[in-house]
């Protein structure tokens, strides 16, 4: 690298090897934002030299980041943003902290694809989903799924991993005539009603997940991966046991991303299957914790879709919604209008966090009974020994993990 850049990734080391020792942080952010206070262009010279595979969507990246990594490691060391942070500083204080790897699997925010790629010049992209999320300050989906199309169409030779179950995804990604199809279910649908080509009304099977527009501009590809209960199906029709840590089907769907990733990298899906199974939590997501008796689960949910699988994965146990609404949540908790909150009908409920009045109101609307606490720990000495689910929103998250000594 450049001397300037050298100095400046020294700097970001540094400043996030600090903010770690001194409790203040995992340093993910503070040390790319430094560093590219010295080189704006630190984080195209870091990337410079690796085999780079990039991950978004609104659901599911980090996870599916982890289990690309896990399985790409078969391959090499591998530099990967494991703590979230998914913008150009967290890529910059990754990369900088991995030093000298061949690869890198890297998370990235919507918005900032199109940056991204330009300044790593990745590999392969892997586009999850789309749909509503923080809706004072994202985009609509229909503006991310063009926004996604028109930086795909300026690379040819970039090789797409799309979700073909969401149509968003399907019109995005078809602009690139390079495409590995995955099938991983869409259970979200209230943001895929209409083609985003033609705004035609979209068909789909009562059973089953082909869709359609009636007038032809889009119709469901053909997946080259699928799932089938816990096992991946690979392009020779190769079944894929997979046995792993992280509840929820729609984990599986996100081991199938995984794997179709790393096999464009040369990797024998039956050799990565394996390793997904090494990965037990994701940045503190899905970790398990024994305090005073009980036994607790942290799910992350920020944005309606995440609530319905947060619902699915949860046991029936004690359960308790933690909602704030600051800078990283939105500010705006209309969004919980969109949620249908009655699986939760026949559990016992609790109820915290800044904006937890709001959710009450939802819940009463909703005609589940609930209980408020005045923080986490009220919650744990309210229930009996035994089992609570925690579902929670960004901040909420973010704190409830504090309380707990950061687990991972």
């Known amino acids: ?3 300037r850049a050298a100095i400046a990734a020294g700097v970001s080391r540094t400043a996030a090897a600090l903010s770690r020792a001194t409790g203040r942080g995992d340093g993910s952010v503070i040390g790319g934002k430094l560093g590219m206070m010295i080189d704006p262009d630190l984080l195209a010279h870091l990337a410079a030299g690796r085999r780079i595979a990039l991950v978004s969507g609104t659901n599911g990246k980090t996870t599916t980041t982890r289990f690309t990594a ?18 150009p500083t967290g890529h ?52 991310i799924a063009q926004l996604w199309r028109d930086t795909v169409a300026q690379y040819p030779n970039l090789h797409i991993v799309a979700n073909a179950d969401d149509p968003m995804i399907v019109y995005a990604a078809a602009a690139s005539q390079n495409v590995t199809w995955f099938a991983a279910g869409q259970r979200w649908r209230d943001d895929a009603h209409v083609c985003p080509a033609c705004g035609s009304h979209i068909w789909r099977e009562t059973d089953g997940d082909y869709w359609a527009c009636p007038t032809g501009d889009l119709i ?56 997904l199974s090494e990965v037990a939590s994701v940045a503190g997501r899905y970790a398990q914790v024994d305090r005073k008796g009980r036994t607790i689960r942290l799910l992350l949910a920020k944005n309606p879709a995440s609530w319905l699988e947060a619902f699915d994965m949860a046991e029936d146990a004690p359960t308790l919604l933690a ?20 699986p939760l009908h026949a559990r016992r409920v609790l109820i915290t966090g800044e904006r937890a009045y709001d959710l009450a109101v939802r819940l009463q609307v909703n005609g589940v009974q609930f209980e408020h606490v005045a923080n986490f720990w009220r919650a744990v000495e309210a229930v009996p020994p035994g089992r609570l689910e925690v579902i929670a929103n960004y901040s909420a998250f973010q704190d409830i993990r504090a309380e707990l000594d950061r687990v991972v």
């Open 1 to 3: 690298m450049p001397l």
């Open 70 to 87: 896990a399985a790409l490691g078969v391959l090499g060391e591998v530099a990967t943003n494991s703590f979230g942070a998914n913008m």
């Open 92 to 143: 910059t204080s990754a990369l900088a902290r991995a030093g000298s790897t061949p690869f890198a699997v890297l998370e990235v925010d919507e918005h900032w694809m199109p940056k991204v790629i330009a300044a790593t010049s990745p590999v392969v992209i892997a586009l999850l989903n789309l749909s509503r999320d923080q809706l004072d300050r994202a985009k609509e989906v229909a503006m």
């Open 220 to 275: 469901r590809p053909t997946p080259q991966w699928t799932i089938d209960d816990s096992a991946v199906i690979d392009p020779d029709g190769r079944r894929h046991e997979l046995k792993l840590q992280l509840p929820g089907r729609v984990n599986v769907g996100n081991a199938a991303t995984a794997l179709a990733v790393a096999h464009w990298f040369g990797v024998d899906p039956a050799d990565g299957a394996p390793r």
């Open 323 to 342: 909602i704030n609404a600051r800078d990283p949540d939105g500010y705006d908790t209309s969004w919980l209008f969109d949620v249908d909150f009655s």
